[in-house]
Nanobody
Framework: QVQLVESGGGLVQAGGSLRLSCATSGRTNSNYAMGWFRQAPGKERDFVAAISRSGSRTDYADSVKGRFTISRDNAKNTVYLQMNSLKPEDTAVYYC???????????????????WGQGTQVTVSS
């Protein structure tokens, strides 16, 4: 069993930055591809970013490309989402997700992930 705990959310003004963290426990972090998703009130959960288990491959939603950076430190069993130039439309609950893989793949679809965190709220004021 894998437990994921997100942290780092909060209230920030438009144009500001936040860094989210996702700490993994229960299994070796390096065996899992990881992703970040977000869900705004009344909307479906959307893909934000994904990273392969080694960290060598990453993928981003078009809406965050160039502003957000996903990274990981397998020694610390932690995945990060650095969010810069935040916009009010980035306001959402952000979720970390993990899936075991033996490959170097990363995944956009939420259905590929077996484990989810409880979420952390990010609010961007205009």
């Amino acid at each position: 069993q894998v437990q994921l705990v997100e942290s780092g959310g909060g209230l920030v003004q438009a144009g500001g930055s936040l860094r989210l963290s996702c700490a993994t426990s229960g299994r070796t972090n390096s065996n899992y591809a990881m992703g970040w998703f977000r869900q705004a009130p009344g909307k479906e959960r959307d893909f934000v970013a994904a990273i392969s288990r080694s960290g060598s491959r990453t993928d981003y939603a078009d809406s965050v490309k160039g502003r957000f950076t996903i990274s990981r430190d397998n020694a610390k069993n932690t995945v990060y989402l650095q969010m810069n130039s935040l916009k009010p439309e980035d306001t959402a609950v952000y979720y970390c997700a993990a899936t075991w893989t033996s490959s170097g793949n990363y995944y956009r679809g939420g259905e590929n992930y077996n484990y989810w965190g409880q979420g952390t709220q990010v609010t961007v004021s205009s």
